[in-house]
T-cell receptor, first 111, second 112 residues
Framework: NAGVTQTPKFRVLKTGQSMTLLCAQD?????MYWYRQDPGMGLRLIHY???????AKGEVPDGYNVSRLKKQNFLLGLESAAPSQTSVYFCASRGRSDTQYFGPGTRLTVL | DAKTTQPNSMESNEEEPVHLPCNHSTISGTDYIHWYRQLPSQGPEYVIH???SNVNNRMASLAIAEDRKSSTLILHRATLRDAAVYYC?????????????FGQGTILTVHP
């Protein structure tokens, strides 16, 4: 039981490049979330999903897209990366227990 | 969303109890009080949550004021591994789809 995993762990992009962050959970959870955390700050919600095939905007959705084609996976896409998107990205999932389980994070630097 | 207020930082000595306060004066009747913590270079991890009654688990205890406008996370014997940022978060339950709003939290330093 791996819990929540994130791929990749680190990435450096140039401005304008695109990439996709993958989140996978093996707990059969319905809800999944993408957060970003800037230095010295708390986490902010980017997008979330309440089930397979559904997505919704969170607090800071601009510049990001998401997809939930399979229940266990939640993808976060950056179509044209900007330096303001330099951050640590965390994925989380939640089942019936009202507890969110977080992944280890992806550290992204946009030059 | 109802907000929480926490001290920026607190310090403790190893093996002593730690009381981390949180104010949430605008809490609504259906908001759950959640605590998460984030160890250095890791994702947040769940600590405890409650609605009205005090709660205990293997990690900590949660004491909730009778008027629910404040709560306290209690670590009974702090260890060096408890050094982390502790977040107090209100969760509106089903209607919010579990969305959490993180503040800046309390940085707990534990001295050996």
């Amino acid at each position: 039981n791996a819990g929540v995993t994130q791929t990749p762990k680190f990435r450096v992009l140039k401005t304008g490049q695109s990439m996709t962050l993958l989140c996978a959970q093996d707990m059969n959870h319905e809800y999944m979330y993408w957060y970003r955390q800037d230095p010295g700050m708390g986490l902010r919600l980017i997008h979330y999903s309440v089930g397979e095939g559904t997505t919704a905007k969170g607090e800071v959705p601009d510049g990001y897209n998401v997809s939930r084609l399979k229940k266990q996976n939640f993808l976060l896409g950056l179509e044209s990366a900007a330096p303001s998107q330099t951050s640590v990205y965390f994925c989380a999932s939640r089942g019936r227990s009202d507890t969110q389980y977080f992944g280890p994070g992806t550290r992204l630097t946009v030059l | 969303d109802a907000k929480t207020t926490q001290p920026n930082s607190m310090e403790s000595n190893e093996e002593e109890p730690v009381h981390l306060p949180c104010n949430h004066s605008t809490i609504s009747g259906t908001d759950y009080i959640h605590w998460y913590r984030q160890l250095p270079s890791q994702g947040p991890e769940y600590v405890i949550h409650g609605l009205t009654s005090n709660v205990n688990n293997r990690m900590a205890s949660l004491a909730i004021a009778e008027d629910r406008k404040s709560s306290t996370l209690i670590l009974h014997r702090a260890t060096l591994r408890d050094a982390a940022v502790y977040y107090c978060i209100l969760d509106a339950g089903g209607t919010s789809y579990g969305k959490l709003t993180f503040g800046q939290g309390t940085i707990l330093t534990v001295h050996p």
